[in-house]
């Protein structure tokens, strides 16, 4: 049987993306982890021995977004260095939320005899960090949590103190 047609035509292309160039990765189908990734950049498509390869970086512009449970705003590059499908991910994906923090202290008698309602509380941001490496069939997640202890202020690294509920 002959082999396909692309398999024996022999190329070496230069790839550069006009306009929105996008590209949607599902990581897991059942939780709907995917990578929906909007690129920038320039690669080289190569066959010379009648397997197709791809070289080079592509840039994960601010528009692209991670789901993991919440929507996180995702940037970084992707590293083309042999097989197209499995490239390379250097990806940092953020979201910011808030958590409401009970503004009494402990031990303070006007806690234990308020109601819920009536317990003043505080808006806290949180930022989650994720970092996602490695290649695309095999990627390595890292998680990171930072909280603002007061508005304004800098953000408090997390990520060994969550809590219950955090």
Known sequence: QASPLLERLRYNLNVETQGITAVKMIFTPATSEELYAELTGRVVAV???????IYG?????PRSYYNFFKKFDASGKLKFVGQWDNPELDVRATYEGVRQVSESQPGDQQAVVATASEQRTTDQKVLVELTIKGPRLNPKLEMGMKVQSRTGGGYEDWSGKTQGGD
């Open 47 to 53: 066959n010379s021995e009648g397997t197709p390869s």
């Open 57 to 61: 970086e592509i840039e994960v512009t």
